[in-house]
């Protein structure tokens, strides 16, 4: 546990460096922009996951480059304390963006009398639950990625999730604006926005299948690996 809680602290000391005032400041602002611009919760939480999801990448690159990977076995770290420590590091990194851009968003609402009621913000984080899942599946997909091939191997390819839920979210858009979606997913839509808890469970769900099998195939692809 010991060494698995000194991994994560390595993690954010190694990543420190790119948490600059400048790029805070850019990204703070771009979220108050959005907030104010779309008057939702949702537009400024998928900035802070955005923020997290480029984040990710940077113990990888610089593992990479400094060929820490070979140090952390030195040290004693095994490969399973390495891949445990680096989705622990994600999942706390997207906390913190959450959490961050959540209470910037809702205090910038505030101000611009713009937060709406109770109801409204429940459906509010339902969208951002779900932009947030998006996000989140697509890290899932990144990580085995760089645990297999390394970051230098691994950018380029990495791209590929944004592009496909890029042309998701088009395909729904262009539907919904030309001859809509079929009658079968409105109406399975419509009835899991009425329920909050049902997309809450969906979520969920889908989001523990998705990360226990990018973390079984994080490690199998990590213990192949050569140092």
């Not at 490969?79 to 590091?89: A, L």
């Not at 009398?113 to 509010?124: A, R």
Request: hydrophobic share 55%; net charge positive.
């Amino acid at each position: 546990m010991n060494k698995l809680k000194s991994f994560v602290r390595l993690d954010f000391v190694t990543s420190k460096p790119y948490f600059t005032a400048k790029n805070l400041l850019i990204y703070t602002g771009l979220a108050v922009y959005m907030a104010i611009m779309s008057k939702n919760i949702a537009s400024s939480i998928s900035i802070g996951m955005m923020l997290a999801t480029l984040f990710v990448s940077h113990p990888f690159a610089l593992s990479e480059k400094s060929n820490m990977d070979a140090l952390y076995v030195t040290l004693g770290a095994d490969r399973r304390t390495v891949v445990r420590g680096r989705y622990i590091f994600t999942l706390l990194l997207n906390l913190c963006a959450v959490s961050f851009i959540l209470l910037l968003s809702v205090i910038t609402l505030f101000f611009a009398n713009s937060l709406g009621n109770i109801e409204g913000l429940w459906v509010e984080l339902g969208l951002a639950l779900a932009l947030s899942a998006v996000f989140l599946i697509v890290q899932a997909t990144q990580i085995p990625m760089y645990f297999k091939l390394g970051y230098a191997k691994a950018k380029i390819m990495s791209i590929l999730p944004f592009f496909l839920i890029a042309a998701f979210v088009t395909y729904f858009v262009m539907n919904a604006q030309g001859n809509g979606m079929p009658d079968g997913v409105n109406t399975f839509v419509q009835n899991l926005f009425g329920n909050a808890l049902a997309i809450g469970a969906v979520v969920i769900a889908v989001l523990a299948v998705v990360v226990f099998i990018s973390y079984k195939l994080s490690l199998a692809f990590y213990r192949k690996r050569e140092f």
